[in-house]
């Protein structure tokens, strides 16, 4: 609780989250103004803005963020990254509280993650996992590219902004599996990011290690902790409750995906089908194949791109309010 009062609390938010998108902009228009962003007119530094700190990775260029400069890129990176980091937060880091916010242990798993997986795709992509491409250039071999591709796709995916930088649909499988495990992340909670969030999963992997230590010692027992904060058992039932739902929802959906296209003639491979549930039921866009970040949903028949709308609606409304709307019991007197 930030503040008192809820109003006040939703004022000191969207300060916060008005401040970013006042410091994006501006940062945008001085890399332009010292000639390290030719394209990034003030128009395109706003629409940026605009589409970074909400996680809904629009842009008015026809090639995404691979249509600016090397600098625009680097930029965006920690902006996708906060974008991404629940925003009470920032403010207790206003008001001086540095302890409590690096204490954070959601973000320190979030930070921690994004740099990890980034590291290993770094790797795999200097490696030669990624084709030279038009957009996106080389990164076999070149150690400043393969490093800021990596970058700019996880942060861009973890946390369901869904820019690119390049067309990593052309990458190779060990590529696209490191970026499908980052889409199955999310942002955290009280961000503007989509998908199952970090701090479920935190909650999933505690209550998993849990289980086995109280396999092997039924005597001993082991609250689930964030932190110094004892997790309350409903809280954790709620959390295995939604990750079931969330990710049966998921699975529903590729299985649905694949029949339907198959019906009308449209080949569509596995991960392809997969990708598409996890990118509408997660918020995130781009997927694999032609659902690549320069590719389309166009294809799909209409009766699936229908069960993909109410994907992305059950995702953004995190699943139950959507499912509990649907049942008898809430429209009983």
Do not use: C
């Amino acid at each position: 609780k930030l503040t008192p009062r809820i109003a006040e609390t939703a004022r000191v938010l969207w300060l916060v989250y008005l401040g970013f998108t006042i410091l994006l902009v501006t940062l945008l228009m001085l890399l332009h103004l010292g000639g390290l962003a030719p394209q990034m007119n003030l128009f395109n530094a706003v629409s940026h803005a605009f589409t970074t700190l909400p996680t809904g990775g629009f842009s008015p260029q026809a090639d995404s963020v691979a249509a600016f400069s090397p600098s625009v890129q680097w930029l965006i990176i920690p902006f996708m990254i906060i974008a991404g980091t629940n925003f009470a937060l920032f403010w207790l880091l206003v008001r001086g509280d540095t302890d409590d916010f690096l204490g954070d242990i959601e973000l320190q798993v979030y930070v921690g993650a994004t740099l990890a997986i980034t590291g290993v795709l770094s790797v795999a992509l200097y490696l030669g996992a990624a084709p030279s491409l038009q957009l996106g250039g080389t990164t076999a071999g070149v150690t400043e590219n393969a490093i800021r591709q990596a970058a700019f796709q996880i942060s861009s995916l973890l946390n369901s902004t869904g820019y690119a930088t390049s067309d990593f649909a052309q990458w190779d499988v060990s590529g696209q599996i490191i970026l499908l495990f980052a889409m199955f992340i999310g942002g955290s909670a009280g961000s503007t990011g989509g998908g199952i969030k970090v701090i479920r999963w935190i909650v999933i992997l505690k209550t998993i290690k849990r289980e086995l230590v109280t396999a092997a010692h039924p005597e001993e027992v082991r609250p689930i902790r964030l932190g110094e904060q004892v997790v309350d058992e409903a809280a954790v039932r709620g959390v295995l409750g939604f990750s079931l739902l969330y990710i049966s929802l998921l699975g529903v959906g590729a299985v649905l995906i694949t029949f339907d296209s198959t019906r009308i003639g449209l080949e569509i491979t596995t991960l392809e089908a997969f990708s598409a549930s996890l990118a509408t039921i997660g918020n995130i866009g781009p997927g694999f194949g032609f659902l690549g970040p320069f590719g389309s949903y166009l294809e799909f028949p209409w009766t699936s791109k229908l069960f993909m709308i109410f994907l992305m609606w059950v995702g953004r409304l995190e699943v139950i309010p959507v499912l509990v709307l649907l049942t008898n019991a809430f429209w009983r007197r």
